[in-house]
């Protein structure tokens, strides 16, 4: 098990407990990444809330999902709860202090306090080294998946739920009518209107680089040019947006016969256009100033986010290409991805990719196949995210709605409703898995194995 965050302590707790014997590897207190600030493993290093926890939230859904799993984060994260109206927060340190003793509680886990000197070239292996991994370790999973595979950077725009759109100040189609004609939705803009968004990117707040993302030489983030930050364009004159991803040309708007001022794309970010994509709007504007801005935009204004831009430094893999169902590389049997080097946002996603790669991990060491992780679930939506090869630009992104079929018979209308609804229904499937993968006396020995542990 390389790596001791939420996802390397959550796989290892689910090998453990299955009688499997796992080494795991934390490089720290000997070195250090750039976010951590304590040697503690399970460090939560940016906020200290695990989201909201009301089974109509997605995330609240996969928390307790997890915790039928008998999850080591999830029920840590419980017992060192601190208020937080409608969120799971909690006191970090406690919450360190229990995930490090309830592992150490465990026979048959070793925690080794180095960097791993290697990826072992067989045997079952975890890599669980979160987003910012040491540079040694980042050289060797770039030439162990290829090049191209491995990205540095996360620059993401937001995805929109389609339905919380106002249709009637849209139109279909592709530029010059490429492709189908329609693949892309368009959301068109006078005069006045983009100059109102040129003002807001220019004056809104923004998310203030941290230092190991600057180029110290230069004082600055050294962005991709094919790759800016939307208001890094707008700073860079009046038309410069227009003349890039809200560019007009080939957009005439059937319903006029002209071509607007200017032109925000949006294409589907699922095979089902349950959700759209903001085509070019990569930013580092903060999530409340994003909503108001891109909220200004025609047919926005009531607009459900499934995910907000960001755009900072991150690694992670093409997980869509690169990995199976069961968080395995294709290419290595053996091999799991976990937590949020996958792309999969947040801390209970990363919790959420190392408790089923620890349970597929579990049924290999005994040369059998996990159950699959069942659909329309919370958990079932992270891997579908990170099975799906309909979006070409794979991105980050935390767990929602979108993967989830419709329920039979007529439909909800009201949205509340309707997500309960679901997520009962998905409770209903999880527990019929929680129950074949369960850890029962006696049934511990099944999932032995004998030789090396599991790293």
Request: aromatic share 6%.
């Amino acid at each position: 098990m390389i790596g001791g965050g939420l996802a390397g302590c959550e796989a290892a707790w689910q090998l453990a407990r299955r009688g499997v014997r796992v080494r795991l590897y934390e490089r720290r207190p000997h070195s250090s990444g750039p976010a951590h600030h304590t040697d503690m493993l399970a460090e939560l290093v940016c906020s200290n809330s695990l989201r909201g926890v009301a089974l109509e939230n997605c995330v609240g859904l996969l928390k307790e999902e997890l915790a039928r799993l008998d999850s080591l984060i999830v029920t840590s994260a419980r017992e060192a709860a601190v208020p937080a109206g409608g969120a799971l927060a909690v006191d970090r340190e406690r919450f360190s202090a229990i995930v490090e003793s309830r592992l150490l509680g465990l026979s048959g886990l070793e925690i080794v306090r180095e960097e791993v000197p290697e990826i072992p070239a067989g045997g079952i292996v975890i890599v669980a080294c979160g987003p910012l991994p040491a540079p040694s370790l980042a050289a060797q999973i770039d030439a162990l998946l290829g090049s191209g595979r491995l990205h540095y950077y996360d620059a993401a725009a937001p995805i929109v739920a389609t339905d919380s759109i106002d249709m009637a100040a849209t139109y279909r189609k592709s530029r010059y009518d490429k492709g189908d004609g329609d693949d892309y939705l368009n959301i068109p803009l006078d005069k006045e209107q983009y100059q109102q968004f040129i003002a807001d990117l220019r004056a809104l707040p923004k998310h203030d680089p941290k230092d190991f993302e600057l180029d110290v030489a230069a004082g600055k983030v050294p962005y991709f040019e094919g790759c800016l930050p939307i208001e890094e364009m707008a700073a860079r004159g009046e038309d410069a947006l227009r003349y890039g991803p809200l560019k007009p040309v080939g957009l005439r708007d059937p319903r006029t016969g002209k071509t607007p001022y200017a032109v925000v794309q949006l294409r589907n970010e699922d095979a089902d256009g349950k959700s759209l994509n903001l085509v070019g709007f990569q930013t580092r504007l903060t999530w409340p100033a994003q909503k108001e801005a891109f909220g200004k935009l025609p047919g926005l204004a009531n607009a459900e986010w499934l995910r907000l831009g960001v755009m900072h430094r991150n690694t992670f893999i093409d997980a869509p290409r690169l990995l199976d169902a069961q968080l395995q590389l294709r290419a290595r049997p053996g091999l799991y991805f976990a937590g949020q080097i996958t792309g999969a946002e947040g801390y209970v996603e990363a919790a959420a990719c190392g408790a089923m790669a620890g349970i597929a991990a579990a049924y290999a060491a005994n040369g059998n196949v996990a159950p699959a992780i069942p659909a329309d679930t919370a958990l079932g939506a992270v891997v579908a995210h990170l099975q799906n090869t309909a979006s070409p630009d794979f991105q980050p992104a935390n767990v929602t709605w979108t993967w989830f079929s419709p329920l039979p018979g007529k439909p909800i209308r009201e949205k509340r409703l309707r997500r309960a609804a679901l997520a009962a229904r998905a409770l209903e499937r999880i527990d019929a898995f929680a129950k074949a993968v369960a850890v029962t006396p006696g049934r511990e020995s099944a999932f032995a194995t004998a030789g090396a542990p599991a790293e």
